[in-house]
């Protein structure tokens, strides 16, 4: 079925799914706001998050926000479109399923 095919493996995890899930709807997302949101520890939330920048999905920039060190990430537009894309390749499973396909 062409559109298992068309699954990005990177976006098959699910802190990796929900963080560009996350910055696509909020544009830009701290770290402290991400591990909340996805219920996840410091380190697997850190390393999911590399893999992602490490891909060149999202990157990151550094602030203070009173007057403490703050990361914050937003989706590329290579992110973007991956993430595009690993959609509707889900969507097309989904509708398959629907169909009896």
């Known amino acids: 079925m062409k559109a298992l095919i068309s ?3 990177l976006l098959e995890h699910r802190i990796r799914l929900g963080t560009c899930v996350l910055l696509a709807k909020h544009g830009e997302v701290t770290f402290a706001r991400l591990k ?3 219920q ?3 380190g697997n939330l850190g390393a999911q998050l590399r893999k992602l920048e490490d891909r060149g999905y999202i990157q990151s920039r550094k602030d203070f926000v009173e007057r403490k060190p703050t990361t914050w990430y937003q989706l590329t537009p290579a992110g973007r479109s991956a993430l595009d894309g690993h959609m509707s390749a889900l969507q097309t499973l989904i509708d398959a399923s629907a169909a009896g396909g």
Do not use: F, G, K, V
Request: charged content about 35%; cysteine-free; aromatic content about 0%.
């Open 7 to 9: 699954l990005d493996p």
């Open 40 to 42: 996840a520890t410091d």
């Open 36 to 38: 909340e949101q996805l």
